[in-house]
């Protein structure tokens, strides 16, 4: 891991659905402050990998650890107070609830961080990234646009101040400018606050554009890795990641 000491280090992960092997021995590491990719078809694992990550999933062999810590120790509520943080595919923020009550929830069990006056620090900032989630604050969650869901989801993941940010498919199915403004904030964070960031992504092009190094799953194990701006010109990722019609 170069000169970075490394945070996360997911070694021969093994997971399965039933019959289904879903991740095959995969072995990855990320940084301290580090932005790494992982990139692949549909189906290929990604999700699962980070569900694993987020221990939401039985690990059949293989280990994760952050900063050497083993995870399987953990329960996945108490990940979160380690400082992992998960932004989920789709969007997954409490429609019912208001913009504001949804931010307050991604500190909810936190112990180290002292509610009030901090979880008011942490949003303001997120308001910061986001304006137009300042603006409705009070509305309920559910009536905002896809792009604004998106973003709310991205800032409830960030009031817990991870040290690592888990983002699943971020850019799924929003316009592009709705797209251009998600990553100048994947930008942003990792820049002002230090987060290391492990992010699936299906727009392989804006995903290696931002990171440093990249994974490429296939139907369950790591097919390429390498640094990310090699990667552009690897001929294996253009012909099937940067140049086909899959590539939004
Ligand atoms: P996508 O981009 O479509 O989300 P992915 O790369 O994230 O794809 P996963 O969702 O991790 O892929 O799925 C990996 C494999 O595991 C696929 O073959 C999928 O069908 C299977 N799978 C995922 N979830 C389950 C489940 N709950 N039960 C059974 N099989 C599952």
């Given at each position: 891991?170069?000169?970075?000491?490394?945070?996360?280090?997911?070694?021969?992960?093994?997971?399965?659905?039933?019959?289904?092997?879903?991740?095959?021995?995969?072995?990855?590491?990320l940084?301290s402050?580090?932005?790494?990719?992982?990139?692949?078809?549909?189906?290929?694992?990604?999700?699962?990998?980070?569900?694993?990550?987020?221990?939401?999933?039985?690990?059949?062999?293989?280990?994760?650890?952050l900063?050497?810590?083993?995870?399987?120790?953990?329960?996945?509520?108490?990940?979160?107070?380690?400082?992992?943080?998960?932004?989920?595919?789709?969007?997954?923020?409490?429609?019912?609830?208001?913009?504001?009550?949804?931010?307050?929830?991604?500190?909810?069990?936190v112990?180290?961080?002292?509610?009030?006056?901090?979880?008011?620090?942490?949003?303001?900032?997120?308001?910061?990234?986001?304006?137009?989630?300042?603006?409705?604050?009070?509305?309920?969650?559910?009536?905002?646009?896809?792009g604004?869901?998106?973003?709310?989801?991205?800032?409830?993941?960030?009031?817990?101040?991870?040290?690592?940010?888990?983002?699943?498919?971020?850019?799924?199915?929003?316009a592009?400018?709705?797209?251009?403004?998600?990553?100048?904030?994947?930008?942003?964070?990792?820049?002002?606050?230090?987060?290391?960031?492990?992010?699936?992504?299906?727009?392989?092009?804006?995903?290696?554009?931002?990171?440093?190094?990249?994974?490429i799953?296939?139907?369950?194990?790591?097919?390429?890795?390498?640094?990310?701006?090699?990667?552009?010109?690897?001929?294996?990722v253009?012909s099937?990641?940067?140049?086909?019609?899959?590539?939004?």
């Amino acid at each position: 891991m170069s000169k970075m000491g490394t945070l996360l280090s997911v070694e021969n992960l093994w997971i399965s659905y039933g019959a289904v092997e879903a991740l095959r021995g995969v072995n990855l590491e990320l940084g301290s402050g580090d932005i790494v990719a992982v990139l692949g078809a549909n189906g290929a694992g990604k999700t699962t990998l980070l569900k694993a990550i987020s221990g939401l999933l039985k690990i059949k062999q293989g280990q994760i650890f952050l900063e050497g810590n083993d995870l399987s120790r953990f329960l996945p509520f108490e990940l979160v107070g380690l400082g992992i943080s998960h932004v989920p595919e789709g969007r997954k923020v409490f429609a019912t609830l208001t913009v504001e009550e949804n931010l307050a929830l991604g500190a909810y069990g936190v112990r180290n961080l002292p509610a009030g006056r901090d979880v008011g620090i942490r949003r303001d900032w997120v308001f910061e990234l986001f304006t137009i989630l300042k603006e409705r604050r009070k509305q309920l969650a559910g009536t905002l646009s896809g792009g604004e869901q998106q973003m709310l989801a991205i800032g409830r993941g960030l009031i817990s101040r991870p040290r690592l940010l888990l983002m699943d498919e971020p850019s799924l199915g929003l316009a592009p400018r709705i797209v251009q403004d998600i990553f100048r904030v994947i930008r942003q964070i990792h820049q002002e606050d230090q987060v290391s960031i492990l992010l699936v992504e299906q727009n392989a092009r804006k995903a290696l554009a931002v990171s440093r190094y990249a994974y490429i799953l296939e139907t369950g194990d790591i097919s390429i890795q390498g640094e990310a701006r090699k990667l552009k010109d690897d001929e294996r990722v253009r012909s099937a990641y940067l140049g086909g019609s899959g590539v939004k």
